[in-house]
């Protein structure tokens, strides 16, 4: 039996690969990674230049893992709709098989593939813990809460131990192969940022490693905490599957550490689950939102707001700092994402689906489910959303998660020397104050964009007119 284990970049490892395992059992292995212009098309590619780092660095530890294991990826370019069905005819391949993925536009793909390939085309589970589509209610209908799901999830999780790593692959066999080079960020025309996460299936593990060893214990009350780093950073390892959520799951399901923070890790965990069924059973929901009277929201089309929003010059501190913590290291954390998510939503009244664009551009972690779901729920029009008119306040938040403005000081360095009490609301300060922190409002930071009650007071009006709105 000759199989094509075709990886598709949200699978980029050796370890707990059960398409790798199988096809390593039935006989001949041809490992194939597709270099499809849909993605690397320079000038695609430089639009997502932190998620295209992640990835050919992930893609080069893949291919070495491969070469020590005796064989060797692949990688062709092309449509994958076209080449993976002729390279299965040219190569002779009895089977390709390959993870599935959930979003629409590649269930289609899928669809064509499975349509030139019939049978011989085979998707396996593994990107989620469950299989998309299988977890419904007593209703035998998708969930739309998530602590119900999640209740349920857990009902009928049996997570078993991951595979290790393949010992040793069997060499490719004689067939003409391209031996086409990995793109490299400078032949895609993107620089290279030093501060993103490392990429590879080697540094995920290590990762997950430190995470279980140094910041579980304590998880669940350092995770809100903007100034430090209470999280697993494993976010861009579950994207691109560099290490498998089960892995993740197991490891961190049998650590030795107390109960509530495992338990909040791998709720953050059913998160994710969530979004990924959600997304499988409502695919229009990356162009529409999922509150139905949500439809036609007067969002407004300022581009001087959005622009201060995406550079982090809006006046507030917090959405600041989230803002260039995006464009510094391909990462926000969680707390500042929703702030952030909400003030560009409500504050501003800019549609989600700018924030979620940006967002997917820079994130190295961007994943089109999540991504859509962390958006429509901070809109309040998402499944299981934070209610429309819950505004966060970027003042109080910050001060309560960022108390002493030690993330602020890092992304935002012109207000560094603001004492604790200003550093969350600099235009409340005295003027002495601002000078001896070497603060000139409107000049080396600006006065915020919009007052907070007042735009507050605006989104709300809006959303009621829209949301009570007689229908047809
Ligand atoms: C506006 C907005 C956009 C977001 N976009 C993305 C995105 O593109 N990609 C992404 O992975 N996450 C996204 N999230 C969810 C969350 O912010 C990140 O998963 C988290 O910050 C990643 O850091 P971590 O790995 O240290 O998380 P941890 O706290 O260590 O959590 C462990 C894992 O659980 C999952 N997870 C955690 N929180 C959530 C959540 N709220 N929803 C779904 N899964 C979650 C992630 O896979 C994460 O790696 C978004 C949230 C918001 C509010």
Redesign the pocket.
């Known amino acids: 039996m000759r199989t094509i284990v075709w990886f598709r970049g949200k699978d980029l490892r050796i370890s707990d690969h059960a398409p790798l395992r199988d096809a390593i059992r039935a006989g001949e292995v041809i490992p194939l990674f597709v270099l499809d212009p849909y993605f690397f098309a320079p000038e695609r590619a430089q639009r997502l230049p932190h998620r295209m780092q992640f990835l050919l660095e992930s893609l080069a530890s893949l291919e070495k893992n491969i070469e020590r294991l005796g064989s060797r990826l692949v990688l062709v370019e092309g449509k994958s709709t076209e080449v993976v069905p002729a390279l299965a005819s040219r190569w002779k391949a009895d089977r390709v098989v390959a993870h599935r993925w959930v979003e629409p536009f590649a269930r289609e793909r899928d669809e064509r593939v499975a349509a030139a390939l019939g049978d011989r085309f085979a998707l396996y589970e593994g990107e989620t813990l469950l299989p998309p589509g299988t977890v419904r209610t007593g209703d035998d209908k998708p969930f739309s809460v998530y602590t119900p799901f999640a209740r349920a999830v857990r009902r009928s999780l049996h997570v078993s131990e991951p595979e290790p790593a393949p010992k040793r692959l069997p060499a490719l066999p004689d067939i003409e192969a391209p031996r086409a080079p990995l793109p490299t960020l400078e032949s895609l025309g993107i620089e290279r940022n030093p501060n993103l996460l490392e990429g590879g299936e080697r540094a995920g593990r290590a990762r997950l490693d430190a995470f279980v060893r140094d910041r579980l214990a304590g998880y669940a009350s350092a ?1 809100d905490r903007l100034d430090e780093a209470g ?5 861009a390892d ?2 691109f599957g560099t290490v498998s959520v089960r892995t993740v799951w197991s490891r961190v399901a049998a650590a030795d550490a107390p109960k509530e923070d495992i338990e909040k ?1 791998t709720n ?2 059913l ?2 689950e969530f ?1 990924h069924h959600t997304l499988w059973d409502r695919p229009n929901l990356l162009s529409e939102p999922f509150r139905a009277d949500f439809q036609g929201f007067p969002w407004k089309d300022d581009a001087a707001w959005l622009e201060a929003w995406k550079s982090g010059h809006t006046g507030y501190p917090v959405v600041d700092a989230s803002a260039r913590q995006l464009l510094g290291e391909g990462y926000v ?2 707390r500042a ?2 702030i952030s ?1 909400s003030f560009l939503t409500k504050h501003l009244g800019i549609s989600y689906k700018r924030g979620e664009a940006h ?2 551009a820079f ?1 190295t ?3 089109w489910a ?2 859509n ?3 429509q ?2 809109a309040g029009c998402g499944c299981d959303a934070q209610p429309y008119f819950r505004v966060f306040n970027p003042v109080t938040q910050g001060e309560r998660y960022d108390p002493e403005g030690g993330y602020v000081r890092r992304w935002v360095p012109e207000l560094a020397k603001l004492p604790n009490k200003f550093i969350h609301s600099p235009w409340l300060a005295p003027p002495d104050v601002l000078r001896a922190a070497g603060v000139r409002l409107g000049e080396t930071y600006p006065r915020p964009i919009v007052d907070h009650a007042q735009a507050r007071e605006r989104f709300l009006t809006t959303a009621k007119a829209h949301l009570g709105r007689d229908r047809p």
């Open positions: 995770r999280t697993s950073r494993l976010s579950l994207k890790l953050e965990l998160w994710r979004t954390h969680n994402r929703m998510a967002y997917l994130l972690d961007g994943d999540q991504n779901s962390g958006w729920w901070s």
